[in-house]
Structure formats: structure tokens, C-alpha cells
């Protein structure tokens, strides 16, 4: 059974940084799709950050400049570096994978993880 488990949310104040991790167990697929979502309350699901099986990455442009997401040096672990952050990065944030489409931004991943919780305040 593939399992995705995040890690690294917490609390920060506005302009400050923070890293999410996220590592997949439970399956021996090679380079898959791998993606950052967030969700804040009343909100829609949106992309936030991926990674291709080729390292190409793709950003929301509501993060460009901010957020680097990269892989291990495991293949089944990404992570996500929040730099300058702001009020409105406040969400659960999802970790999402799939081996055989590349999806990008769009929220159509096969496997997703539970999420962790950034809170951003003033």
C-alpha cells in the first residue's frame, strides 16, 4: 500500500522560512510525478509546487520566488522550502505523487498524503 507522510509544518511569523518533507513508502516506482498542494479553509485545493521525472518544476505564481521544491536524494522523499512567507501561505499543505502521469499543478494525483498544517501570522 503506497503511503505519502508530510512533515515540517509549524507556526512562523510573516517573512520568515520554514521546509516541508514528505516521503513515500510502499512502492518502487522510479521518479514519479511528485507535487506540493495547499488547501486553507473555505478554499479550493490548489497546486503549489512539482516536480517532474525529469526535474522539470512548476510553480504556482502566487510562490515563484519564494518556494523551492526539490527530491532527495531518495527518490520517494520531496520537499518543499518556504522562504518569505505570508499571511495567506496559512493551509494544510498536501504532499501528492503518481508514476505514471504528469499532472503538474493539476489535483489529480493518485496518491496523496494527510498533510501538515503552516500557519503564518503577523
Known amino acids: 500500500q503506497v503511503q505519502l507522510v508530510e512533515s515540517g509544518g509549524g507556526a512562523v511569523q510573516a517573512g520568515g522560512s520554514l521546509g516541508l518533507s514528505c516521503v513515500a513508502a510502499?512502492?518502487?516506482?522510479?521518479?514519479?510525478?511528485m507535487a506540493w498542494f495547499r488547501q486553507a479553509p473555505g478554499k479550493e485545493r490548489e497546486g503549489v509546487a512539482s516536480?517532474?521525472?525529469?526535474?522539470?518544476?512548476t510553480y504556482a505564481d502566487s510562490v515563484k520566488g519564494r518556494f523551492t521544491v526539490s527530491r532527495g536524494i531518495t527518490e520517494n522523499t520531496l520537499y518543499l522550502h518556504m522562504d518569505n512567507l505570508k499571511i495567506e501561505d496559512t493551509a494544510m499543505y498536501y504532499c501528492?505523487?503518481?508514476?505514471?502521469?504528469?499532472?503538474?499543478?493539476?489535483?489529480?494525483?493518485?496518491?496523496w498524503g494527510q498533510g501538515t498544517q503552516v500557519t503564518v501570522s503577523s
Open positions: 501528492a505523487a503518481d508514476p505514471w502521469i504528469t499532472w503538474r499543478l493539476r489535483p489529480k494525483y493518485a496518491y
Open positions: 516536480i517532474d521525472f525529469d526535474g522539470t518544476t
Open positions: 510502499g512502492y518502487t516506482f522510479s521518479n514519479p510525478g
